[in-house]
């Protein structure tokens, strides 16, 4: 049986702990590798090193780490496909999507390239007479990232190239469901150029998690994952004394407009609720039918999702893959069994999808629900599965109520050719990430990625330039050079006259 170990000090390190995860291959529902789950002291082990290699690390030029993402992205580049059947093997997502999922992970890279530029300050001359004050971001130290198992490159990948390119060194502990990409990228990354114990990768579970909460060495943690867990990294890490930043789950709302291009919106939304199997913290899960446009659009949604292809990623007939685990397939049936009993209409049943020759296999096919009420569970909660609820809603105003008082606050979108119901929306809809017939308006790695409501906890979003804010602190140095005889002490604020 392969073992996935940890990636620290620049090698493969087995740590002292016993315990070990079980990686599967969902399309198979096969057990493929084993992953070492981490003990507290593993975790400390690591931090030690990483303490020590920012040392060194966090004094280089900003142009000196960003030759070391140079490489790394040439790396990527020539490793990508590689880690894309990586993520196919252990996560299930089709390839084609997997390469994309990386090329968004790289896109990031490809930002903390340019650290220099995003580390250059502030400088005021003459603040006061002859006084000068500058601004400037320095490290933090060593930060950590704990990841979700549903994008196992790009969101890790959110959060090292750029912590690192800000001189800081990291600690990643990635899902144990599909841990391999993280080991992989780590070694890459030391192949660029990274001096040893600048990137560590602590594979676990809970264990690890706690330990990287009370380490008193590590200055920030960020968090990507389910809300429940999210509230309770936010609450730790601060309770701590940390930076957090921690981002949760997500029901992204597409609200279908009257005059919208249908066949757009229907499109956008079957990439959007479907596709990696409904698995994306930015999948649309709810569509707001508006006005009379319900049933056109459940005719024209039903006819796709009845003939989606569901298949091993590895097919390239395959529009979706699997579900991660058997655990998350029956939490996802269960959902469907519950919204037929809450009194949804479920218009096509994927429940019961077998596949020959994949018979093990994490699959379900596409659902989709209509008449779905807002007291409903379907609707409150995140299920994470390839299951779209449609909404009615008899106007505008009922539309954008929904969104508003949805406890989560992700992503969402508008399909519509109206550009006053466009402009009002973006500007007063209470969520952090917005499309206008953009199915899933996932910002470029330039701007940043985040949540409102309790989709994020914490102030800072992912990547881009709140991203170099959440791994820098800002120092602001005022200076004087004094020549000749100067002033008597002053007791009072010093102020321009
Ligand atoms: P999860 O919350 O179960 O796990 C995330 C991480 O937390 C993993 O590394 C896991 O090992 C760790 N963890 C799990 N239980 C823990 C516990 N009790 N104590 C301490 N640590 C624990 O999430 P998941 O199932 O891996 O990923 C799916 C979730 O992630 C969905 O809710 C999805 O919306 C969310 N997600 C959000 C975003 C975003 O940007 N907001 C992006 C991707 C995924």
């Known amino acids: 049986m392969n073992l996935i170990q940890h990636f620290v000090n620049g090698k493969s390190y087995k740590g002292n702990s016993n315990r070990k995860g079980k990686v599967f291959n969902p399309a198979t529902g096969e057990q493929e590798s084993e992953v070492l789950l981490g003990s507290k002291e593993d975790l400390n082990n690591s931090v030690n090193i990483a303490r020590k290699a920012f040392e060194s690390w966090s004094v280089k030029p900003p142009l000196q780490r960003a030759r070391v993402m140079f490489k790394f992205k040439e790396l990527i580049e020539r490793n990508s496909e590689e880690i894309a059947k990586l993520i196919v093997a252990e996560h299930g997502k089709v390839y084609e999507d997997a390469k994309g999922s990386l090329t968004r992970g790289l896109e990031v890279v490809e930002f903390a390239c340019g650290i220099p530029q995003m580390l250059k300050g502030e400088f005021t001359e003459n603040v006061g007479s002859e006084v000068d004050s500058w601004s400037i971001r320095q490290p933090l130290g060593v930060c950590a990232g704990i990841t979700p198992f549903n994008f196992p490159a790009m969101v890790p990948m959110w959060m090292f190239p750029m912590a690192i390119a800000c001189g800081n060194s990291f600690i990643l502990k990635p899902s144990e469901k599909d841990p391999s990409c993280s080991f992989k990228l780590a070694e890459l990354l030391s192949e660029a150029g990274l001096p040893d114990g600048v990137l560590n990768v602590v594979n676990g579970d809970k264990e690890v998690v706690d330990a990287i909460l009370e380490n008193k060495d590590i ?52 990439g959007a609720a479907y596709g990696s199997a409904g698995e994306r913290c930015m999948a649309q899960s709810v569509a707001v039918a508006v006005g009379d446009i319900g049933d056109r659009l459940v005719d024209k949604l039903s006819k796709k999702v009845e003939v989606l292809k569901v298949g091993p ?162 120092k602001t140095i005022t200076s004087r050079w004094p020549s000749g005889i100067r002033s008597n002490p002053e007791f009072i604020m010093p102020t321009m006259k």
């Open 313 to 474: 990623g590895m097919d390239n007939n395959s529009e979706m893959g699997p579900l991660i685990t058997k655990e998350h397939l029956e939490k996802v049936r269960g959902y469907v069994d519950i919204g037929v009993k809450e009194g949804a209409k479920l218009v096509v049943d994927g429940r019961n999808l077998k596949l020959q020759g994949y018979e093990n296999g994490f699959f379900i096919g596409g659902c989709l629900f209509d008449n779905v009420k807002k007291d409903m569970r379907i609707y409150k909660e995140e299920i994470f599965g390839p299951v779209l609820s449609v909404v009615r809603a008899k106007d505008f105003e009922e539309a954008s109520e929904l969104v508003n008082d949805h406890e989560y606050g992700n992503g969402v979108s508008i399909f519509t050719r109206d550009g006053d119901a466009a402009r009002t929306f973006s500007s007063k809809i209470k969520v952090g990430m917005v499309g206008i017939n953009i199915p899933i308006p996932v910002p470029m790695a330039f701007h940043s990625f985040g949540g409102w409501k309790r989709s994020l906890f914490g102030d800072q979003h992912m990547h881009g330039p709140e991203g170099v804010r959440f791994y820098t602190k800002l």
């Open 219 to 270: 200055q920030a943690v960020s968090f990507v994952g389910s809300t429940p867990i999210a509230k309770y990294i936010y609450e730790n890490a601060a309770r701590n004394e940390k930076r957090v930043q921690a981002l949760g789950g997500a029901k992204n709302h597409c609200v279908v407009m009257p005059d919208c291009d249908l066949d757009q919106a229907v499109n956008g939304l079957m």
